[in-house]
Protein backbone atom coordinates (compact mmCIF):
# COMPACT_ATOMS: atom_id res chain seq x y z
CA UNK A 1 0.00 0.00 0.00
CA UNK A 2 1.41 3.58 -0.72
CA UNK A 3 -0.05 6.93 0.28
CA UNK A 4 1.19 10.00 -1.16
CA UNK A 5 0.69 13.39 0.05
CA UNK A 6 0.63 16.16 -1.65
CA UNK A 7 0.08 20.39 -1.38
CA UNK A 8 2.02 21.41 1.37
CA UNK A 9 4.00 24.16 1.91
CA UNK A 10 3.85 28.26 2.99
CA UNK A 11 0.92 29.89 3.56
CA UNK A 12 0.13 33.53 5.32
CA UNK A 13 -2.29 33.03 8.27
CA UNK A 14 -5.57 33.51 7.06
CA UNK A 15 -4.82 31.38 3.60
CA UNK A 16 -6.22 28.37 2.19
CA UNK A 17 -4.57 25.25 1.47
CA UNK A 18 -5.63 21.91 -0.33
CA UNK A 19 -3.79 19.04 0.63
CA UNK A 20 -4.12 15.97 -1.61
CA UNK A 21 -3.08 12.25 -0.30
CA UNK A 22 -3.04 9.32 -3.64
CA UNK A 23 -3.95 6.03 -2.38
CA UNK A 24 -2.66 2.59 -4.41
CA UNK A 25 -2.22 -1.08 -3.63
CA UNK A 26 -5.49 -1.15 -1.42
CA UNK A 27 -9.63 -1.33 -1.99
CA UNK A 28 -9.75 2.38 -1.32
CA UNK A 29 -13.54 2.41 -2.02
CA UNK A 30 -13.58 0.95 1.75
CA UNK A 31 -10.95 2.05 3.12
CA UNK A 32 -11.59 4.85 6.18
CA UNK A 33 -9.28 7.39 5.39
CA UNK A 34 -7.84 9.92 7.50
CA UNK A 35 -5.58 12.89 8.18
CA UNK A 36 -2.80 13.09 10.80
CA UNK A 37 -0.71 16.26 11.70
CA UNK A 38 2.39 16.14 14.31
CA UNK A 39 3.87 19.64 15.29
CA UNK A 40 7.49 19.64 16.39
CA UNK A 41 7.37 18.26 20.20
CA UNK A 42 4.54 17.20 20.10
CA UNK A 43 1.97 14.14 19.61
CA UNK A 44 0.80 13.36 16.28
CA UNK A 45 -3.11 14.25 16.06
CA UNK A 46 -6.25 12.64 14.28
CA UNK A 47 -7.39 16.18 12.45
CA UNK A 48 -10.14 14.41 10.35
CA UNK A 49 -12.01 11.14 9.03
CA UNK A 50 -14.09 9.93 6.28
CA UNK A 51 -15.80 6.90 6.34
CA UNK A 52 -15.55 4.89 2.77
CA UNK A 53 -19.03 6.32 1.11
CA UNK A 54 -18.04 9.84 1.14
CA UNK A 55 -18.97 11.36 4.63
CA UNK A 56 -21.39 13.71 4.41
CA UNK A 57 -22.84 13.82 8.35
CA UNK A 58 -20.25 11.02 8.88
CA UNK A 59 -16.80 13.00 8.41
CA UNK A 60 -15.64 13.83 11.80
CA UNK A 61 -12.90 16.46 12.90
CA UNK A 62 -10.91 17.30 15.92
CA UNK A 63 -12.52 20.48 17.30
CA UNK A 64 -9.70 22.65 16.14
CA UNK A 65 -10.46 21.94 12.35
CA UNK A 66 -14.63 22.47 12.64
CA UNK A 67 -15.65 25.26 10.99
CA UNK A 68 -12.56 25.36 8.99
CA UNK A 69 -11.03 22.14 7.39
CA UNK A 70 -12.84 19.83 4.63
CA UNK A 71 -11.69 16.19 4.27
CA UNK A 72 -13.44 14.51 0.76
CA UNK A 73 -12.80 11.78 -1.11
CA UNK A 74 -12.97 10.72 -5.09
CA UNK A 75 -13.23 6.68 -4.60
CA UNK A 76 -12.85 6.88 -8.68
CA UNK A 77 -9.78 8.44 -8.36
CA UNK A 78 -8.37 7.28 -5.22
CA UNK A 79 -7.70 10.30 -3.80
CA UNK A 80 -8.70 11.79 0.06
CA UNK A 81 -8.40 15.77 0.04
CA UNK A 82 -7.80 18.22 2.90
CA UNK A 83 -9.31 21.79 2.39
CA UNK A 84 -7.99 24.07 5.05
CA UNK A 85 -9.12 27.43 5.26
CA UNK A 86 -8.48 30.51 7.56
CA UNK A 87 -4.84 29.00 8.77
CA UNK A 88 -3.37 29.82 12.08
CA UNK A 89 0.06 29.52 12.82
CA UNK A 90 -1.37 26.64 15.28
CA UNK A 91 -1.65 24.93 12.12
CA UNK A 92 2.10 24.62 11.32
CA UNK A 93 2.58 20.75 11.12
CA UNK A 94 3.55 17.68 9.01
CA UNK A 95 -0.20 16.34 7.83
CA UNK A 96 0.06 13.00 7.58
CA UNK A 97 -3.10 10.99 5.22
CA UNK A 98 -3.85 7.08 6.13
CA UNK A 99 -5.80 4.64 5.58
CA UNK A 100 -7.81 2.07 7.61
CA UNK A 101 -8.24 -0.69 5.01
CA UNK A 102 -7.67 -3.75 3.49
CA UNK A 103 -4.66 -4.31 0.87
CA UNK A 104 -5.14 -6.53 -2.12
CA UNK A 105 -3.83 -9.80 -0.04
CA UNK A 106 -6.98 -9.57 2.02
CA UNK A 107 -4.56 -7.80 5.26
CA UNK A 108 -6.86 -5.06 7.17
CA UNK A 109 -3.83 -3.05 8.74
CA UNK A 110 -3.74 1.01 8.84
CA UNK A 111 -1.27 2.54 6.37
CA UNK A 112 0.30 5.97 6.49
CA UNK A 113 1.84 7.92 3.91
CA UNK A 114 5.18 10.30 4.45
CA UNK A 115 3.77 13.38 5.05
CA UNK A 116 3.78 17.13 3.77
CA UNK A 117 4.95 19.89 5.57
CA UNK A 118 2.75 22.83 6.13
CA UNK A 119 3.91 26.14 7.48
CA UNK A 120 1.65 28.63 8.74
CA UNK A 121 3.24 32.49 8.66
CA UNK A 122 1.68 35.29 10.85
Known amino acids: VTLVESGGGLVQSGGSLRLACAAS????????MRWYRQAPGKQRELVAIIPPNGGGSNTWYTESAKGRFTISRDNVKNMVYLQMNSRKPEDTAVYLC??????????????WGQGTQVTVSS
Open 25 to 32: GLTFSSAH
Open 98 to 111: AAYGTDYSGSLDTY
